[in-house]
């Protein structure tokens, strides 16, 4: 994907649960299908797409409005499955914004045993959220904007609470503004019920991403905020050529009141800065 506008795809794309109705075109169809192909993750995990069509599987969505198909994708249940699946989907639901294609990820509102039959999911594999593929109407249902409103979708928490420097009490100023947008992508970046659960700190030239776990998986097989982490860092890494390094900066973390867990994702010496 050309990341020349990258930021722009990013900051406008939102989840869309109400589309026009009209089929996706066979040529954006068959770029998504080449694109999906390309993708990989730091993690070296493959994750496989499938289209599912919503007729032919008997697939909908409570919360879905208007769909006609759906892409859903599987990964193998292993160590840091949850952030390689969160890369890797979201590189797809953001090259589908790029021909305006509308998405959204579900992980809960849907019949998960009849997408889970759809893609031939594996006792070894685990298929964690789907996403509708569809050109978004002119406006949402009534039940969209609920949503929307109940978990404040458009809203953001500030870089202050997000971003810090040598540990959680100090908050991260920079002057670089190649950080700086990336940080502000990781922002912009969609999130379980709009949790945010990421947090970063700086040390050096190493940016530590944590998880703020707030939310409990889906199952007791998977944790839906480290596939939250796993699109923060989508984000992060796609603006600053950032290489991924698994270790533990032994940074003292708060323990009252808030429970952070690594999310075994550090973006270690991303960049040499000047």
């Not at 809960?108 to 298929?127: C, H, I, S, W, Y």
């Not at 199952?219 to 270790?247: N, P, R, Y």
Request: aromatic share 10%; proline share 4%; glycine share 6%.
């Amino acid at each position: 994907m050309d990341i020349s506008n990258i930021t722009d795809i990013i900051k406008t794309r939102k989840s869309f649960r109400t589309f026009d109705g009209k089929l996706i075109s066979k040529e954006h169809k068959e770029m998504l299908s080449s694109y999906i192909k390309t993708i990989d993750n730091p993690y070296n995990i493959p994750v496989e797409f499938i289209f599912l069509n919503a007729e032919e599987h008997g697939l909908s969505s409570p919360v879905i409005k208007g769909e006609h198909l759906y892409i859903a994708a599987k990964v193998p249940k292993t160590e840091h499955c949850e952030e390689a699946f969160g890369f890797s989907f979201e590189k797809m639901v953001l090259y589908a914004w790029s021909l305006g294609i509308g998405t959204t990820w579900i992980g809960g509102t849907m019949p998960r045993e009849k997408f889970e039959k759809a893609v031939q999911l594996k006792d070894n594999e685990l298929m964690l959220c789907v996403s509708p593929l569809g050109y978004p109407a002119n406006k949402m249902s009534v039940k969209e904007l609920a949503m929307r409103a109940a978990i404040k979708a458009d809203k953001r928490s500030s870089e202050k609470e997000l971003f810090f420097e040598n540990n959680f009490s100090s908050p991260l100023n920079t002057s670089d503004e190649k950080v700086a947008k990336a940080l502000e992508t990781v922002r912009f970046a969609p999130s379980a019920v709009n949790k945010q659960p990421w947090r970063i700190v700086k040390t050096g030239n190493t940016y530590n991403f944590y998880e703020y776990s707030t939310l409990g998986g889906h199952s007791a097989a998977w944790d839906v905020q480290k596939v939250d982490m796993g699109i923060a860092l989508c984000h992060f890494i796609t603006l600053t050529s950032g290489e991924l390094c698994l270790s533990d900066p032994h940074i003292e973390t708060p323990k009252k009141h808030r429970i952070y867990c690594r999310c075994f994702a550090l973006n270690n010496a991303y960049i040499t800065q000047s």
